[in-house]
């Protein structure tokens, strides 16, 4: 079992680009999330969404961020046209119906020039 | 407002020098504590849940505890491959158990 796959690993772009972010949940895992770490604080909590449908985005940013999941493929996260305050890592994890524990990827680490 | 509130920021321990995590929370309903842990450039590994006041759980040199107010991330005798941030979270929702608030975490260095 691989595990949460995200990638890629390291992004970088420049202000103005959009950065696509990509998450394969575990096998046999239907229900993934995404969080932020910003440089010295906390995760932050960003959305909830099962397979074509966002569950919850109460912690998605109004502008320039979506997600998305699939009935096939990786949940991806989107963020268009980014400013350097994108910079983060940004992790996904994933968890069975019911289940109360979260499986966390390695994360993607956006840097904005 | 929900808050969670980790201390100290930062611990460094000798090897087999035993200390205490605290992880202090202020929520309207708690559904479930949470312990993580995270090694540099890695995502957060889960270590324990607690549910009510009173309970403890532990694993190898880890043991964890829950009042109404806080919890306790106990280290026994810890060895170098203990140094990690731990990471303290709690679900108040009642629609998602994996929609967590955390804390800004405890960096923990043991040194041989």
């Known amino acids: 079992n691989a595990g949460v796959m995200q990638n890629p690993r390291h992004l970088v772009r420049r202000r103005g680009q959009e950065a696509r972010l990509r998450c394969s949940p575990m096998?046999?895992?239907?229900?993934v999330y995404w969080y932020r770490q910003l440089p010295e604080e906390g995760l932050k909590f960003m959305v909830y969404?099962?397979?074509?449908?966002?569950?919850?985005e109460s912690g998605m940013p109004k502008e320039r961020f979506s997600a998305e999941f699939p009935k096939e493929g990786p949940s991806i996260l989107r963020i268009q046209q980014v400013v350097r305050g994108d910079s983060a890592a940004y992790f996904c994890?994933?968890?069975?119906?019911?289940?109360?524990?979260?499986?966390f990827g390695a994360g993607s680490r956006l840097t904005v020039l | 407002e929900d808050q969670v509130t980790q201390s100290p920021e930062a611990l460094r321990l000798q090897e087999g020098e035993s200390s205490s995590l605290n992880c202090s929370y202020t929520?309207?309903?708690?559904?479930?504590l949470f312990w993580y842990r995270q090694d540099p450039g890695k995502g957060p590994e889960f270590l324990f849940t607690?549910?009510?006041a009173g309970e403890e759980k532990e694993k190898e040199r880890l043991k964890a505890t829950l009042t109404k107010k806080e919890s306790f991330l106990h280290i026994t005798a810890p060895k170098p491959e203990d140094s990690a941030t731990y990471l303290c979270?709690?679900?108040?929702?009642?629609?998602?158990?994996?929609?967590?608030?955390f804390g800004a975490g405890t960096q923990v260095v043991v040194t041989p």
């Open positions: 994890a994933s968890s069975t119906t019911g289940a109360n524990v979260l499986t």
């Open positions: 096998k046999g895992h239907s229900h």
């Open positions: 969404l099962q397979k074509e449908n966002i569950i919850d």
């Open positions: 929520v309207s309903g708690l559904r479930g």
């Open positions: 607690l549910y009510s």
């Open positions: 979270a709690v679900s108040v929702t009642t629609d998602s158990w994996g929609k967590l608030q």
